[in-house]
């Protein structure tokens, strides 16, 4: 079999044993050929190559000045790869099991104040052709910002998960893994208006003889709902009307700022953990950041040394 062929197989294992996600998968993939190619101009294949030639990849990766994360992902893709080979008899070592990684830098993750969020969504519910798709902007904003989701599992909310006016939202995150997470009023309110304009452009739909969707955002494309590229480029629109740099806004950001305004009005750690449907709670510890500025204030402002 070829290199190709063996990332196939190693692909279909995870998708049906460990229930991959689709962009999990499309990693794997990218990191896999990148490491086989440069196998490839080494003469060298998947089932060939040595512990030392995988650290001399990993050194390769560093002399291209890729970040720590970038290299950490592809070293656990090929762990994981070779663990497959490994399990499933095709090779009779793991060359990769004893290397450890470069490790992650510890960064801040970039976040909006209060103030950039409303404007965001002010924009939003301006933003639009007509009133269907202001609706539909609004609902996915005030959705994104009360649950703190990622990009991928917005655009594909069943529509199933938003009937019947729910004051939870189950989402199904990375791996499959369900997760329930409270609404606030305004995405509520959001939320059942989008609905009601949804249902409406639905019955002209049938009426016109085309099938329902099952998506809360559905599109005519291929994947059938909404795509994160185009929710991508919603937000961006949404920034500059909104009077918020560009550079800062992704959908990403309006995660993180859930997160960050949580913690900072006395939300617990653990529970943040859950919203965010993160596996680890030491990939929740990042925004502990916000603990130690509040931590800071409150010396600061009630400490009798501090003062003048």
Not at 41 to 67: F, K, M, N
Not at 70 to 79: D, F
Not at 246 to 268: I, M, Y
Request: proline share 5%; with cysteine; charged share 25%.
């Amino acid at each position: 079999m070829s290199d190709r062929h063996w990332i196939a197989a190693f692909l279909d294992a995870q998708a049906a044993e460990r229930g991959a996600a689709t962009n999990t998968q499309l990693a794997y993939a990218r990191d896999l050929a990148d490491f086989t190619d440069w196998l490839a101009g080494r003469a060298l294949s998947l089932t060939d190559a040595q512990r030392s030639d995988v650290e001399a990849y990993l050194i390769h990766c560093d002399a291209q000045g890729l970040a720590k994360s970038t290299r950490a992902r592809r070293l656990s893709a090929i762990k994981q790869l070779y663990r497959f080979f490994f399990e499933e008899g095709f090779r009779a070592d793991n060359p990769a099991v004893q290397i450890s990684g470069p490790g992650r830098d510890k960064r801040l993750p970039k976040t909006l104040s209060t103030e950039e969020v409303d404007r965001l969504l002010d924009a939003a519910a301006q933003h639009g052709r007509n009133p269907s798709e202001r609706s539909r902007n609004i609902c996915l904003m005030q959705l994104l910002y009360a649950t703190g989701m990622r990009v991928s599992e917005l655009v594909s909310l069943p529509l199933a998960a938003a009937k019947g006016d729910p004051r939870m939202l189950l989402i199904r995150g990375k791996g499959g893994k369900e997760r329930m997470v409270p609404l606030s009023p305004p995405a509520r309110a959001a939320l059942r208006a989008w609905l009601t304009c949804r249902e409406e452009a639905e019955d002209m739909a049938r009426a016109d003889g085309k099938p329902s969707s099952t998506f809360l955002f559905p599109s005519r494309g291929k994947s059938g709902h909404l795509t994160r590229h185009a929710f991508y480029v919603l937000i961006k629109d949404l920034a500059v009307e909104g009077g918020v740099s560009p550079a800062k806004v992704t959908p990403h950001t309006l995660r993180h700022a859930f997160a960050t305004h949580l913690l900072a009005n006395g939300a617990d750690l653990r529970a943040i953990q859950t919203f965010l449907g993160h596996a680890d709670v030491s990939t929740t510890e990042i925004y502990t950041h916000v603990l130690e500025e509040r931590l800071k204030e409150l010396v600061l402002d009630h400490h009798p040394l501090a003062r003048d």
